[in-house]
């Protein structure tokens, strides 16, 4: 039996922010599918309902990820005519995304998840806040990489 506490899961930071991250994605689950949205897709509508017209680049870069990793999720809300996939006439390696308007008229729908999402948190607005704050500065302060 292993008796370094420091390996036990329930000590684990990890787990708490893996555990955490399933249970708000189960969250949004149902609301997402009722508006025929992936958690995925929906953070790129977030970041388009923002700032159209992003180049891909910019769209990963802006949710952490690889821009390969986000293609599947580009292709699939053009096939469902909520954003069209547009070409720079100069340099064809570069893509930017644009919302249709079927795009845009998805986006109340999607405010008012976001209600709904705070009020089954059961913490108050200002206590989100500073939760979101202190993981965005924790966030910040992470290695790209750790060497062995």
């Known amino acids: ?63 952490g990820q690889q821009s390969g990793a986000l293609t599947p999720v580009i292709k699939r809300l053009e096939t469902d005519g909520l954003l069209t996939r547009i070409r720079d006439s100069q340099d064809e390696r570069m893509l930017s995304m644009q919302l249709t308007e079927k795009g845009h008229q998805l986006q109340p729908r999607a405010e008012q998840i976001h209600k709904c999402v705070i009020e089954q948190c059961g913490i108050d607005t200002s206590e989100l806040t500073e939760l979101k704050q202190q993981l965005d500065q924790f966030r910040a302060k992470l290695p790209s990489h750790i060497e062995l």
């Open 1 to 63: 039996m292993n008796k370094n506490k420091s390996l036990l899961l329930e000590n684990q930071l990890c787990f708490a922010v893996y555990s955490t991250s399933l249970a708000i994605t189960q969250l949004y689950k149902p609301l997402l599918d009722s508006i025929g949205l992936t958690y995925t897709q929906y953070l790129v509508m977030l970041v388009l309902w923002e700032q159209d017209g992003l180049s891909l680049k910019t769209l990963a870069g802006k949710l």
